[in-house]
Nanobody, 123 residues
Framework: QVQLVESGGGLVQPGGSLRLSCVASGGIVSRNAMGWYRQAPGKERELVAAITGGRSTNYADSAKGRFTFSRDNVKNTMYLQMDSLTPEDTAVYYC?????????????????WGQGTQVTVSS
């Protein structure tokens, strides 16, 4: 099965930057959608940035101009560069990938999530 492992979270001061990484392992054949989501305490999980069908990246209004979603398919890695961070960006950040993968020798649809990485923006 496809597994996603995130890293790069931490504590940063307002105005600072972080880069999150998400490494995928497993027999991925194709990716239909990739995205970064976040969930703040007491709130629902929300989309931060996503690429669907290999087209352009869509960003949440709160992320536009500050966050950049990139990927390296050769390394099976996706990144979220976050600049000009504010306390409102404090949340657990999750990566998500959907597509086709070979699982136990069979081509299957998959929808995998990372374990989450905590981002805390505070002075």
């Amino acid at each position: 099965q496809v597994q996603l492992v995130e890293s790069g979270g931490g504590l940063v001061q307002p105005g600072g930057s972080l880069r999150l990484s998400c490494v995928a392992s497993g027999g991925i054949v194709s990716r239909n959608a990739m995205g970064w989501y976040r969930q703040a305490p007491g709130k629902e999980r929300e989309l931060v940035a996503a690429i669907t069908g290999g087209r352009s990246t869509n960003y949440a209004d709160s992320a536009k101009g500050r966050f950049t979603f990139s990927r390296d398919n050769v390394k099976n890695t996706m990144y979220l560069q976050m600049d000009s961070l504010t306390p409102e960006d404090t949340a657990v950040y999750y990566c998500n990938v959907r597509g086709l993968a070979v699982v136990d020798g069979v081509l299957r649809n998959f929808d995998s999530w990372g374990q989450g990485t905590q981002v805390t923006v505070s002075s």
